[in-house]
């Protein structure tokens, strides 16, 4: 929240000509940056706007919280007005989106978007923003998730006609959304007034603030039916001890006011993801406040779409790792942080404000916010500086804050066709364990060629898409990626590789030419013809895995050498250290090198390496399965 008074104390704030300068520096304070044109203009003609409604409405003692932000969330709503209900006196809350539209039609695709003319591409209709804004305070802040009936939404179109945006109002109008143009002032004076009293707000205002985040019994009930009928889950051995472990510190935690931190740790295809879903679904069917978070954009997406796709409310208890840096202690039952390996130092960036800039490590703010934090990881998935998710990591954070921390290590493993055999020649060609590379022999679970070329690759790949399995090629972060595309055009094919060319995956959260958004390139049957690298194929796996190994790692001699010039990887600093860098290169391809389910085809840019390659994995041709 940018901004808080009575509505009388905005618009004398408004009439000194102080607003906008209020506004501004504590925008700068927040996000460390000054606001855009787009968004200043707003704050110079649309707060007014509401504040001279409200005192028109005789209503200048309600409390106006101007861009407040959602919780657990960078969204921000326009204003929430916090006031008293008229008849029964209990709070009162109406979340106001504001828009200087001055005309606005619904898309001829999807009448949930609208067009404007001053934007090439659509918007979300206004109703179905303010619609969603409150639904989502609904399930996350206490002091509505029991009382919905005191939140109300309403868009006003402050400089539009009643003509020029009455086919908005076609997705219908509720509790939630609704909207108002400029023709129709009056009713929406008359519309405030049903919703507010003219006595003070600031009481109703602390309430709203003061409101603990957390996921509503009703939305932990949604998942729960969502998770049950979405999934059936068979939890085996050390899988089901991992879930047991868990059930049992909740409720330790609930009989005696208990904290203690769970890890699970396990390599790929172990089925930590298969647990998270599991506790999920059980401890929301429990009424357990729970949230699930990661630190991977893909992933985090991916489990969206696969727990929430019919309920799109279930999607918001899927979080970032950096989504807690001010919640409240032990403001969650559990918190289950997959791929816990993505845990970062800490979660300030360029745009944390200054108060938030504690030093605090993630992994305490991560144990901080629940009373049962479970940490998801595997080691040797650790592919970026700053990476901080280990064992030990996570055992000291909790030590220093005398919690006891249970360990349990999975062993079986259902990536790679179940192949041990696999994992165990991955990890010893990389140098990942000791006792040095093997020569693979074929195990009949896992199929593992060297090819020749990346045409070569590309084509075997493509035959065994025609006989309806599923494919991707992946590589090493070698070659410059060109993040803005030209919209029309292709996206541009920056993997060269002698004549061969294909582009990255898609950057961004937008299809381009047909090539799915980033976060669903490992899942999207179009996302074969890009080259996907660790960040979108980490956490997925797929039948074929095509592995482009990039000049950044080559064999010279009896040895692997990694060359930090040849990697194009943004994230590699000066300041990080060259056997940081050789670390983890190797893990990126130990990433890489593990997603396919029934077979590897692998491939060298450096001949020397291929060479090597060919004599470990006993390659046969490229179109006979080893």
């Given at each position: 929240?940018?901004f808080?008074?009575?509505?009388a104390?905005?618009?004398a704030?408004?009439?000194?000509?102080?607003?906008?300068?209020?506004?501004?520096?504590?925008?700068?304070?927040v996000?460390?940056?000054?606001?855009?044109?787009?968004?200043?203009?707003?704050?110079e003609?649309?707060?007014?706007v509401?504040?001279?409604?409200?005192?028109?409405a005789?209503?200048?003692?309600?409390?106006?919280?101007i861009?407040y932000?959602?919780?657990?969330t960078?969204?921000?709503a326009?204003?929430v007005?916090?006031?008293?209900?008229p008849?029964?006196?209990e709070?009162?809350y109406?979340v106001?989106e504001?828009?200087?539209?001055?005309?606005?039609?619904?898309?001829?695709?999807?009448?949930?978007?609208?067009?404007i003319?001053?934007?090439?591409?659509?918007?979300?209709?206004?109703?179905?923003?303010?619609?969603?804004?409150?639904?989502?305070?609904?399930?996350f802040?206490?002091?509505?998730?029991g009382?919905?009936?005191?939140?109300?939404?309403v868009?006003?179109?402050?400089?539009?006609?009643e003509?020029?945006?009455?086919?908005?109002?076609?997705?219908?109008?509720?509790?939630?959304?609704?909207?108002?143009?400029a023709?129709?002032?009056?009713?929406f004076?008359?519309y405030?007034?049903?919703?507010?009293?003219?006595?003070?707000?600031?009481?109703?205002?602390?309430e709203?603030?003061?409101?603990k985040?957390?996921?509503?019994?009703?939305l932990?009930?949604?998942a729960?039916?969502e998770?049950?009928?979405?999934e059936?889950?068979?939890?085996l051995d050390?899988?089901q001890?991992?879930?047991r472990?868990?059930?049992?510190?909740?409720?330790?935690?609930k009989?005696?006011?208990?904290?203690?931190?769970?890890?699970v740790?396990?390599?790929?295809g172990?089925?930590?993801?298969?647990?998270?879903?599991?506790l999920l679904?059980?401890?929301?069917r429990?009424?357990?406040?729970?949230l699930?978070?990661t630190?991977?954009?893909?992933?985090?997406?991916?489990?969206?779409?696969?727990?929430?796709?019919?309920?799109?409310e279930?999607?918001?208890?899927?979080?970032?790792?950096?989504?807690?840096?001010?919640a409240?202690?032990?403001?969650?039952?559990?918190?289950?942080?997959?791929?816990?390996?993505?845990i970062?130092?800490?979660?300030?960036?360029?745009?944390?404000?200054?108060?938030?800039?504690?030093?605090?490590?993630q992994?305490?703010?991560?144990?901080?916010?629940a009373?049962?934090?479970?940490?998801?990881?595997?080691?040797h998935?650790?592919?970026?500086?700053?990476?901080?998710?280990?064992?030990?990591?996570i055992?000291?954070?909790?030590?220093?804050?005398?919690?006891?921390?249970?360990?349990?290590s999975?062993?079986?493993q259902?990536?790679?066709?179940?192949?041990d055999?696999?994992?165990?020649w991955?990890?010893?060609?990389?140098?990942?364990?000791?006792?040095?590379p093997?020569t693979?022999?074929?195990d009949?679970?896992?199929?593992?060629?060297?090819?020749?070329?990346?045409?070569?690759?590309?084509?075997?790949?493509?035959s065994?898409r025609?006989?309806?399995?599923g494919a991707?090629i992946?590589?090493?972060?070698?070659?410059?990626?060109?993040?803005k595309?030209?919209?029309?055009?292709p996206?541009?094919a920056?993997?060269?590789?002698?004549?061969?060319?294909?582009?990255?995956?898609v950057?961004?959260?937008?299809?381009?030419?047909?090539?799915p958004?980033?976060?669903?390139w490992?899942?999207?049957?179009a996302?074969?013809?890009?080259?996907?690298?660790v960040?979108?194929?980490?956490?997925?796996?797929?039948?074929?895995?095509g592995?482009?190994v990039?000049?950044d790692?080559?064999?010279?001699?009896d040895?692997?050498v990694?060359?930090?010039?040849?990697?194009?990887?943004?994230?590699?600093?000066?300041?990080?250290s060259?056997?940081?860098?050789d670390?983890?290169?190797r893990?990126?391809?130990?990433?890489?090198?593990?997603?396919?389910?029934v077979?590897?085809?692998v491939?060298?840019?450096?001949?020397?390496t291929?060479?090597?390659?060919?004599?470990?994995?006993?390659?046969?041709?490229?179109?006979?399965?080893?």
């Open positions: 929240m940018l808080r008074d009575s509505a104390g905005v618009a704030e408004i009439l000194a000509s102080s607003l906008y300068f209020r506004l501004t520096e504590q925008f700068v304070h996000h460390g940056r000054k606001p855009g044109a787009a968004e200043a203009r707003s704050w003609r649309s707060i007014p509401i504040a001279r409604a409200l005192d028109d005789g209503l200048g003692q309600v409390e106006m919280l861009e932000g959602l919780p657990l960078s969204k921000r326009d204003v007005l916090a006031g008293r209900h008849d029964t006196g709070p009162s109406v106001v504001l828009k200087q539209w001055s005309q606005a039609s619904p898309d001829d695709d999807d009448p949930m978007l609208c067009r003319d001053s934007y090439v591409r659509p918007k979300l209709n206004p109703i179905e923003q303010v619609r969603r804004y409150c639904r989502y305070l609904v399930d802040n206490g002091a509505l998730s009382h919905p009936e005191r939140l109300h939404g868009a006003y179109l402050h400089n539009a006609t003509f020029g945006v009455a086919g908005l109002t076609e997705i219908g109008e509720d509790q939630f959304g609704r909207l108002f143009s023709d129709r002032r009056g009713e004076l008359d405030l007034r049903t919703r507010l009293s003219p006595a003070a707000g600031a009481g109703a205002a602390d709203l603030l003061a409101g985040t957390r996921p509503s019994v009703q932990m009930t949604a729960a039916q998770v049950r009928e979405r059936q889950f068979v939890l050390e899988q001890v991992a879930y472990t868990v059930i049992g510190a909740v409720e330790r935690a009989r005696s006011d208990h904290k203690e931190v769970v890890i740790t396990g390599g790929p172990t089925g930590k993801s298969v647990i998270a879903l599991s679904g059980e401890l929301y429990q009424g357990v406040p729970t699930h978070a630190g991977s954009q893909s992933f985090t997406k991916t489990m969206r779409k696969v727990a929430g796709s019919r309920k799109r279930v999607q918001e208890l899927f979080k970032y790792f950096n989504s807690f840096m001010t409240e202690k032990n403001s969650l039952d559990v918190l289950v942080c997959d791929e816990a390996h993505r970062r130092e800490t979660s300030a960036n360029r745009y944390t404000r200054a108060e938030h800039r504690t030093g605090k490590s992994v305490a703010e991560l144990i901080d916010v009373r049962v934090p479970v940490f998801l990881l595997d080691e998935q650790v592919v970026r500086p700053g990476e901080m998710g280990t064992v030990a990591d055992r000291a954070a909790a030590a220093a804050k005398g919690l006891e921390c249970r360990v349990v999975l062993d079986s259902f990536r790679c066709g179940g192949s055999a696999y994992l165990t991955v990890v010893r060609l990389l140098g990942l364990e000791a006792g040095g093997v693979w022999e074929p009949g679970k896992m199929s593992l060629i060297v090819a020749e070329s990346p045409q070569e690759m590309e084509e075997f790949l493509a065994r025609a006989e309806g399995y991707r992946s590589a090493g972060y070698c070659w410059k990626w060109t993040t595309s030209v919209p029309g055009q996206l541009p920056d993997v060269v590789i002698g004549d061969w060319a294909r582009p990255w995956n950057y961004g959260d937008r299809s381009v030419d047909g090539a958004p980033a976060s669903l490992a899942t999207d049957p996302g074969f013809g890009q080259v996907g690298c960040y979108t194929a980490q956490g997925f796996e797929y039948d074929w895995s592995v482009i990039g000049p790692l080559v064999w010279r001699g040895r692997w990694t060359d930090r010039r040849a990697s194009k990887d943004p994230v590699f600093k000066k300041a990080t060259d056997a940081d860098v670390r983890l290169i893990n990126t391809y130990k990433v890489l090198l593990t997603r396919g389910m077979g590897t085809v491939y060298s840019t450096d001949a020397e291929r060479h090597r390659l060919r004599a470990l994995a006993g390659s046969q041709p490229l179109l006979v399965s080893v």
